[in-house]
């Protein structure tokens, strides 16, 4: 037995002279589980169920007092209060429900397990690298996140996808720190500018209705050029590969916009720092769709 608050609106559209008649209901959590619905009658074995993707049902021929009885869930197993609404053939127009809260004790429904679906999100990702070699190094970045969620989803939990990073990193000259760097005023004459690619596999997974957790791992490409401070220039850019490991946490406002944190390990493979390690933290923002 558990207990929550939902918050389900239904609206009843009007009656039109093709006699067909159109129930629209809606959610306003982000993860909702799905909805489930029936005509007439309120029973606990008698449900339709659907994925959170349908908010609507249109029936021809509908009798005059015909009411549909519609339920949320955000987990498929805990279902809110029924929202109703009925068809009254004398009217020309219904106005709907007043949306309330309510608390109640709902008992668990068996139902078929509804996947998540596919999103996209494209971030602004920015931070910085530090490593330890020979003392701190700390190394900022400025880049993007190409984010493909729930390609493959098995249940309502998580999803699989692919997440594609890639930017600019910005890294102190021989005897020169972040802050140094930054002092004596000569801009970006004081870095080498690296460039970075990288392709993971995420594991995304719901914490609350409006936070996501992602576990990613992956590997990718990095430039570096010693001499010359321009990532365009090829004439002794150093490339080499990394693997990296991750996790990110986003806080969603709204059902678009979210806000987040992340952090990754990377593991460089190219000649000269062969076996280094970085600890990447960063702060991400962007929308998805």
Sequence with gaps: MKKFFVFLVVLFCVFSVFCT???????PY???????????????????????????????????????????????????PSGEATYIMEKEEEVPDVPE???????????ERLNRRFEFAFDLDFGTDMYY?????????????????????????????????????????EGKNIITAFVDGRGFADFNIGGYLDASLGLSFIV??????????????????????????????????????????????????????????KHFFEKGTQGLNTHNVGIHMGLTF
């Excluded at 008649?21 to 959610?27: D, L, V």
């Excluded at 070699?133 to 989803?153: C, H, M, R």
């Design 30 to 80: 982000r993860h909702t589980y799905g909805f489930r619905y029936q005509l007439n009658t309120d029973e606990a074995d008698n449900w339709t169920y659907v994925s959170p993707d349908v908010t609507s049902l249109t029936l021809d021929d509908v009798p005059d007092g015909t009411t549909l009885y519609v339920q949320l869930s955000l987990d498929g197993e805990t279902w809110s």
């Design 133 to 173: 070699e020979e003392g701190l190094s700390v190394s900022p970045y400025l880049g993007a996140v190409l984010d493909f969620k729930n390609i493959y989803s098995p249940c309502h939990w998580f999803g699989l996808g692919v997440r594609v990073k890639g930017g600019a990193s910005f890294n102190p000259v």
């Design 208 to 265: 609350a209705d409006s936070v996501d957790l992602t576990l990613s791992a992956g590997g990718g490409l990095t430039m570096l050029n010693d001499t010359v401070p321009s990532l365009f220039s090829i004439k002794d850019t150093v490339f080499g590969t990394y693997v990296v490991a991750g996790a990110s946490l986003d806080r969603y406002f709204g059902q678009m916009f979210h806000l987040g944190l992340s952090y990754s390990f």
């Design 101 to 111: 809260i309510r608390e109640a004790s709902i008992t668990a429904a068996e139902d």
């Design 21 to 27: 008649t159109s129930w629209t209901w809606s959610s």
